[in-house]
Nanobody, 122 residues
């Protein structure tokens, strides 16, 4: 089970930190990812962290968003700085059942959280 928290409504330029608490699976055995979906748009990849802690982010958020994890808490984080109105979306945490090469692919993820809303106003 994956449970996201930390979403909310903020102003452009503000920061938020999303959390994803995992139960029933180990972060040491799954690549973890964050995706987002805006109204009327497809779900898109945001960032991922490998079983060993390697990170990767989409170009659209690189330099502004940082993915990290705390294996002692079995929790993954997404630190979002410099938020923009175009970052408004429901953010989902997911656990991959595939290899690292597929971490940007929606279908590679086996488990999903319920999502948390992030709204950025200008």
């Amino acid at each position: 089970q994956l449970v996201e928290s930390g979403g909310g409504s903020v102003q452009a330029g503000d920061s938020l930190r999303l959390s994803c608490a995992a139960s029933g699976l180990s972060l040491n055995k799954h690549h973890m990812g964050w995706f987002r979906q805006a109204p009327g748009k497809e779900r898109e990849f945001v960032a991922a962290i490998s079983r060993r802690g390697t990170t990767y982010a989409a170009d659209s958020v690189k330099g502004r968003f940082t993915i990290s994890r705390d294996t002692s808490k079995n929790t993954v984080y997404l630190q979002m700085d410099g938020l923009r109105p175009e970052d408004t979306a429901v953010y989902y945490c997911a656990a991959s059942g595939g290899v690292w090469a597929t971490i940007e692919t929606y279908s590679a993820y086996r488990y999903w959280g319920q999502g948390t809303q992030v709204t950025v106003s200008s």
